[in-house]
């Protein structure tokens, strides 16, 4: 099937639409950029504001910026992400930027520079639940999926004996449990979640609980 063009846009009706930036010259300019396709149903200046308003209206489509008061696009994805559509318009080419809004829940990320036309047949297809990422952006997001595809799992780099002390923590044990358990002494279980840490690239005792939950460590 070949491109959708605004002409075959129009018979399939408009989408609904809330803005969410905290500039209202930004919101304006976007509104009138839309066309007819669109509807934009609400604009909110802040997170708090527009996470509130999608709640209320479940628009088809969010237009969001990234950086903006009360937590951002960031917040707007990941707490409105799930049941509709939301397209980061940001100025920001940053990778941590465009990977933490993936991560959060948006189904685009698209610069304000895209021309007009550009962003209204990426933002149709965005409201159809399609990923759209502006061209420059793109092979930043392919290059982290490789990097993810074949990297290896920190939990990988864990000793047998480091694996079956984790379990213990895991699941709430003291020290000096696991130590009795293991047939070890209370300081070596110490020294064993000390390198755990450090090869999972954590910081405290309680981001191990969280890890060995997140990937079935039990």
């Not at 110490?190 to 999972?200: A, D, F, G, P, T």
Request: aromatic fraction near 4%; glycine fraction near 8%; include cysteine.
């Amino acid at each position: 099937m070949g491109a959708m063009t605004e002409h075959n846009l129009t018979s399939l009706g408009p989408v609904s639409v809330v803005i969410a930036d905290d500039h209202p010259i930004w919101r304006t300019g976007v509104r009138s950029d839309l066309g007819e396709n669109f509807e934009v149903v609400g604009e909110a200046a802040d997170a708090a504001e527009a996470v509130a308003l999608i709640k209320e209206l479940r628009p088809g489509l969010v237009l969001s910026d990234l950086h903006m008061p009360e937590g951002g696009g960031i917040r707007v994805a990941s707490e409105c992400g799930e049941f509709c559509n939301v397209v980061m318009l940001t100025v920001s080419e940053t990778e941590r930027d465009l990977l933490d809004a993936v991560a959060a829940g948006a189904v685009g990320y698209l610069l304000k520079s895209t021309p007009p036309d550009e962003l209204r047949n990426a933002l149709w297809k965005a409201s159809r639940g399609e990923p759209v990422f502006s061209a420059s952006l793109a092979s930043l997001l392919l290059s982290e999926f490789r990097r993810l595809k074949t990297a290896e799992s920190p939990a990988d780099a864990l000793s047998d004996r480091e694996r079956e002390v984790l379990r213990h923590v895991a699941r709430g044990h003291t020290y000096r449990s696991i130590g009795e358990q293991l047939f070890i002494a209370e300081k070596t279980v110490e020294n064993h979640v000390r390198n755990i840490l450090k090869k999972l690239h954590l910081s405290r005792k309680n981001e191990l609980m969280r890890y060995a939950i997140d990937h079935g460590i039990d």
